[in-house]
């Protein structure tokens, strides 16, 4: 079966770097992109970008261009997560999730269990 | 960016209720738009893709419906187990945006 297996909470100061990791298993890892999306305490879901596992090519929101690195290594079928400069904003829980693509359209069938960064000053 | 707005942000109601709730997008996005519901500490789930189509092992009282800018998403008799957070996403354009959630409560 399919699944998203996230590394455990960070807790960081102001200024750091954070590096979230995503183990896939149960499909074949270059076979579909991975996203990585974050919830803020009270706050709606927002998308940081994709990476495609296959070439690496990668898309980021222009909101975390260049606060943002997403890599992936194919050997270990894991993803990667690294956002730096950090401020109490980026607090939330970060979630990695699979995505489909069809003609139809593009959706998120299967995510990790999220992993909490807590910012503080 | 692509603006979504959901309608209400909360709502309460009652098992077995019928419950309909709106999403809208800031331009017509065809049906690229995808629903997800998520509970606290939990991973979101998707409901629906491309508008309409139910995902794999979901229940048949999820619907959605809609193109455009304007979409549904129908619970047909709400369950306990409904209780929770809906989310409508667009995936017509990066960065691919999220309405900001309707918290479904028990009345």
């Known amino acids: 079966q399919v699944q998203l297996v996230q590394s455990g909470a960070e807790v960081k100061k102001s200024g750091a770097s954070v590096k979230v990791s995503c183990k896939a298993s149960?499909?074949?890892?270059?076979?579909?992109?991975i996203h990585w999306v974050r919830q803020a305490p009270g706050q709606g879901l927002e998308w940081m970008g994709w990476i495609n596992p296959n070439i690496g090519g990668i898309k980021y929101a222009q909101k975390f261009q260049g606060r943002v690195t997403m890599t992936s290594d194919t050997s270990v079928s894991t993803a990667y997560m690294e956002l730096t400069r950090l401020t109490s904003d980026d607090t939330a829980v970060y979630y990695c999730?699979?995505?489909?693509?069809?003609?139809?359209?593009?959706?998120?069938?299967?995510w990790g269990q999220g992993t909490l960064v807590s910012v503080s000053s | 960016d692509i603006q979504m707005t959901q309608s209400p942000s909360s709502l309460s109601a009652s098992v077995g209720d019928r419950v309909t709730i709106a999403c809208r997008a800031s331009q017509s996005i065809s049906t690229y738009l995808n629903w997800y519901q998520h509970k606290p500490g939990k991973a979101p789930k998707l409901l629906i893709y491309a508008a309409s189509s139910l995902q794999s092992g979901v229940p048949s009282r999820f619907s959605g419906s809609g193109s455009g800018p304007d979409f549904t998403l129908t619970i047909s008799s709400l369950q306990p187990e409904d209780f929770a957070t809906y989310s409508c996403?667009?995936?017509?354009?990066?960065?691919?945006?999220f309405g900001q959630g309707t918290k479904l409560e028990i009345k």
């Open positions: 149960g499909y074949t890892f270059t076979g579909h992109y």
């Open positions: 996403q667009q995936t017509h354009t990066t960065p691919y945006t």
């Open positions: 999730a699979r995505d489909y693509i069809s003609a139809r359209g593009t959706w998120f069938d299967f």
